[in-house]
Nanobody, 124 residues
Framework: QVQLVESGGGLVQAGGSLRLSCVAS????????MAWFRQAQGKEHEFVAA????????VYADFVKGRFTISRDNAKNTVYLQMNSLEFEDAAVYYC?????????????????WGQGTQVTVSS
């Protein structure tokens, strides 16, 4: 069965860094666009970043402002999100998601598969 398992979340001070990982199984990873979304308490899912099947195309939410980097290793069925200069407002549960479409879509409903999420907490 399809599984997306995120890891790497935790508590970090404002200005610090975290690297999230998401390991996929149960489907052909290289055939799927991958993305990261986040959900803060009381808010809807918010798009963070997406990467094409080959890793050659990237798109980010405006609030990232060059602080985050999405990447993937197709040999390891893994997608990453390197987060630097974390701000208090970045605190949320971060989810990875997979879409069979080659389009770098920002809409959550375009993504078929979702992980269970990893919590990121930023202290001031």
């Amino acid at each position: 069965q399809v599984q997306l398992v995120e890891s790497g979340g935790g508590l970090v001070q404002a200005g610090g860094s975290l690297r999230l990982s998401c390991v996929a199984s149960g489907y052909t990873f290289v055939e799927y666009t991958m993305a990261w979304f986040r959900q803060a308490q009381g808010k809807e899912h918010e798009f963070v970043a997406a990467i094409t099947r080959s890793g050659g195309g990237l798109v980010y939410a405006d609030f990232v402002k060059g602080r985050f980097t999405i990447s993937r290793d197709n040999a390891k069925n893994t997608v990453y999100l390197q987060m630097n200069s974390l701000e208090f407002e970045d605190a949320a549960v971060y989810y990875c998601a997979a879409s069979p479409s080659p389009v770098l879509d920002r809409k959550a409903y375009q993504y078929n598969y979702w992980g269970q999420g990893t919590q990121v907490t930023v202290s001031s």
